[in-house]
């Protein structure tokens, strides 16, 4: 609503030079090429709607799209500006501003460098359906789910602008099974954001070796969730963007047959529930990762 507001009163000041050049003419600033109304304040924004530059077809055309899904162009363009001076030299730990949000570099490989979001940036569920539905087919895969259609549609194209997309080099994504119970991590597949797998989150947050230390399975009938609990777990805890509390984030990884893996928001890994446990109702934060290109 502010963003709209501010482009509102850019309109309006061209019916007030209109106004004006019936009875004072407006000064001119040659330095900026921009036309000035005295005593009236805008906005960085609307300043640029009046500038020389405001004729490049790019900018009429690309503005009014991302003011509809709500990025503030003007800024992100000077966030891109200002990574793109520093990109060559980033490191493994450094954190980076992109797509206006915060991201931790985890690894840096043929110049492109995994980023995460530092924030959970959204609250969602795994699934919507309830069991009578899934029966026939009651795992969902990272290829079928719908945090990937979320993450690789809405997100992608709401989030990120048309040079800031350019940025993103799409990969190949491997899910492999759930190495405790075995429940089928699908087909591999083509994506530009996704979530990380177990491994990945073992790999860069710290591995104490319990990912290949399959547990017992426990006596039939019995309920049990597991978990890799270990000296790590403060370090993968991550907070909602919005509330600033510590929030559970979904993993792309399989848990045991109706689930997803994901983080606790103590910082534990859960690897799923024994015996067919199901999360239907839980809300979890997506945490999106993506390979940013290093050679621009």
């Not at 890994?269 to 993506?290: D, S």
Request: proline share 3%.
């Amino acid at each position: 609503m502010v963003k709209l507001a501010k482009y509102t009163l850019a309109i309006t000041l061209m019916f007030t030079l209109t106004a004006c050049s019936q009875n004072e003419e407006p000064s001119f600033n040659e330095t900026t090429n921009i036309i000035v109304v005295e005593e009236q304040e805008m906005s960085q924004e609307a300043l640029y709607l009046f500038s020389e530059e405001s004729d490049d077809a790019s900018v009429e055309e690309g503005e009014a799209e991302y003011v509809a899904i709500g990025i503030d162009y003007v800024n992100r363009q000077e966030e891109l500006s200002e990574l793109k001076e520093k990109i060559s030299s980033v490191e493994i730990g450094d954190r980076v501003r992109f797509g206006g949000h915060d991201w931790s570099i985890l690894d840096i490989q043929d110049g492109k460098a995994l980023i995460l979001s530092d924030k959970a940036l959204s609250e969602r569920r795994f699934r919507t359906s309830v069991p009578r539905v899934v029966v026939e087919d009651p795992t969902i895969t990272w290829e079928t789910s719908s945090f990937r259609r979320y993450l690789n549609g809405t997100f992608y194209e709401n989030t990120f602008t048309s040079d800031e997309k350019k940025l993103i080099v799409e990969t190949k994504i491997v899910t492999n099974s759930n190495p405790w119970f075995g429940a089928r991590g699908g087909n591999d597949t083509m994506d530009k954001i996704f979530l990380l797998s177990y491994e990945e989150v073992v790999k860069y947050f710290g591995d104490s070796g319990q990912l290949d230390e399959v547990p017992e399975q426990l006596p039939a009938g019995r309920r049990e969730a597991a978990y890799i609990d270990d000296q790590y777990n403060e370090l993968r805890i991550v907070k909602n963007i919005e509330t600033g509390l510590p929030s559970l984030w979904w993993l792309r990884s399989p848990g045991y047959s109706l689930e997803a893996a994901h983080i606790r928001n103590d910082g534990r890994i859960y690897m799923g529930m024994h015996y067919n446990e199901h999360l239907y109702t839980i809300f979890g934060g997506i945490r999106p990762a993506l390979w940013l290109d290093l050679d621009v």
